[in-house]
């Protein structure tokens, strides 16, 4: 195996990826950043300078298990201290799997700012497909509104929501409508006729078989995604291969990653519309549109047809349906093991803490510590966050999903679950209904450090006598990202074999920072000597001396 080296320069830069100009934080001057790409088994080491002089930083290598450096899992609060302004950061870790993956900024709301990316991992075995030409699209949501201003809304006094997006970008590109603007803003900060805001365009040549690798890093925003007229057939998930189904347009939630094969037999005389619609929230955002352009036609020529209509916003069925779809492939299926030794049921509330709109877990709304837990505990360093753990459950005979609670007993806590080692953990996500009448949102719900088993979906409320008796355990794929649907439940199994403490939180950006996510914390005794550079905040200050 070999070593990959990558240096980066994070910074401010202005750019216009949709049309209009804002401030963006870069990697060498590109959002989305440079593509990773490693072969199964190598090392990558990347060196990250935090150029951006009144920030801090981290980034997470989402998907990636950290097996052995769990100190490089990239989670500011829990695996490490922030990287400071004009600070340089050495990551070095493990790409023990072949297949898709991402990173992004982990600290504070700082992923929407631009700072995200994909990890293309090469197998060393053969796939059980095959394609011609490998090609990646990001998918992701934009807010005009800084990363700095949404966080400040969702901390006011009263409460600010941050609306939905502007915009939806494929790979980087969107295209807002300048004329929707109040009152046309001085020249040039939101100009349509900019190349930047120019759509994405895939040039494909006729007569072959593309490996798609479909990513989704949206801030809010469920989607679905689709190229006009051309089925997909999806062979992986999150860097598991799955038993290929066919689908029209693909749903994928934030911090998932998907590889489908798109055949080009269409007529080659044209081109056609890639789509990216928001599903599960009545949409205000306008679709993202992208190319699929045949060669030789002209890349940013428009397609002689409108953008194919997207599924109903609010048709969960057909989502619950594609997630029931997803299943490992028989030769690549890794089987659960039966039987667990804990469970652990997740109520997903809105509450209200102290005037201010939450989401909570088990009435419990997640804040970060200022010490990671990775250095508190493995330091033995006391009182830097609450020893209580959260609750494994709620009032499942008493709490009503369907209906507004008020959950007045909401606290805020940033206790941590403490896993036996070497144990067989599932985790019960219940959703609810918020604080608004007849409403239930979409989680994304992400885990660092491992691959769970996904053994079920269900609606309404999770019934303990009988819905585990329909978990799959025959081919369950195995993701780290997975949704729990409206008023629905999802059933997970991992394993707490990996040494260290991993976070497990809702992938939107927003609902992560009111508090909805929780930690693990799994042998840490087992845990090797902390590096220092990931010390140097909070009480961690008093180790540095020790390495
Ligand atoms: Cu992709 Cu904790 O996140
Ligand atoms: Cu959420």
Redesign the pocket.
């Known amino acids: 195996a070999g070593v990959r080296h990558y240096k980066w320069e994070v910074k401010y830069d202005y750019r216009s990826p949709d049309c209009y100009k804002k401030l963006v934080i870069t990697i060498n001057g590109k959002t989305p950043g440079p593509t990773i790409q490693a072969q199964e088994g190598d090392t990558v080491v990347v060196e990250v300078n935090n150029k951006l002089l009144t920030e801090n930083l981290a980034i997470h290598w989402h998907g990636i298990r950290q097996i052995g450096t769990p100190w490089f899992d990239g989670t500011e609060g829990v695996s490490q201290c922030p990287i400071l302004p004009g600070d340089t950061f050495v990551y070095r870790f493990v790409v023990d799997r072949p297949g898709t993956y991402l990173y992004h900024a982990h600290y504070g709301m700082q992923r929407e700012a631009g700072v995200y990316g994909m990890i293309r991992v090469a197998p060393n075995d053969p796939e059980p497909f095959s394609y011609d030409f490998d090609r990646s699209i990001i998918l992701n949501d934009w807010y005009h509104r800084s990363t700095y201003e949404q966080s400040a809304r969702l901390s006011a006094i009263p409460f600010q929501w941050v609306g939905e997006p502007d915009s939806l970008l494929i790979h980087g590109k969107g295209r807002y409508n300048c004329s929707l603007l109040p009152s046309l803003p001085a020249a040039g900060v939101c100009n349509s006729s900019n190349p930047e805001c120019s759509p994405f365009s895939q040039t494909v040549v006729s007569g072959k078989t593309y490996r798609i690798r479909v990513a989704s890093l949206t801030a809010l925003s469920a989607l679905s995604f689709q190229i006009e007229g051309h089925n997909m057939t999806v062979v992986e998930a999150d860097g598991h291969y799955v038993d290929p189904f066919v689908v029209k347009n693909l749903y994928i939630y934030s911090g998932e990653t998907y590889s489908v094969l798109v055949k080009t037999d269409q007529d080659p005389s044209r081109n056609y519309w890639i789509t990216s619609n928001v599903v599960s929230r009545n949409r205000t955002t306008p679709p993202g549109l992208g190319i699929f352009n045949y060669y030789p036609n002209h890349p940013m020529r428009s397609p002689p047809t409108s953008p194919p209509p997207p599924p109903a916003w609010d048709n969960v069925e057909s989502r619950h349906t594609q997630s029931l779809a997803i299943k490992a492939h028989q030769n690549y299926t890794i089987k659960p093991p039966t039987t667990s030794d804990r469970v652990i049921v997740l109520l997903?509330t809105q509450n209200t803490i102290d005037n201010v709109r939450h989401?909570s877990v088990n009435n419990v709304s997640f804040f970060l510590p200022h010490t990671p837990y990775l250095v508190a505990l493995k330091e033995n360093i006391t009182g830097e966050f609450n020893q209580t753990p959260p609750p494994d459950g709620y009032d499942f005979n008493n709490y009503d999903i369907f209906s507004v609670a008020n959950n007045t007993n909401a606290t805020s806590s940033n206790g941590i679950y403490r896993l036996k080692f070497n144990t067989t953990v599932d985790i019960i996500l219940q959703n609810a209904n918020t604080m608004n009448k007849n409403n239930s949102?979409t989680?994304?719900w992400h885990l660092h450090g491992h691959d769970f088993w996904v053994l079920g979906y269900g609606k309404g409320k999770f019934d303990a006598n009988k819905d585990p008796k329909n978990y799959n355990l025959v081919n369950p794929i195995m993701k780290n990202t997975v949704p729990v649907h409206s008023f629905g439940w999802t059933a997970l199994r991992f394993r707490s074999d990996n040494p260290g403490v991993w976070a497990f939180h809702?992938?939107?950006e927003s609902?992560?920072y009111m508090g909805?996510g929780v930690v693990f914390e799994e042998g840490i005794e087992r845990v090797g000597k902390l590096p220092s550079s990931i010390m140097g905040c909070g009480k961690s200050k008093g180790f540095l001396g020790h390495n």
């Open positions: 997903n989401w949102e989680h994304p809702c992938h939107i609902h992560f909805m």
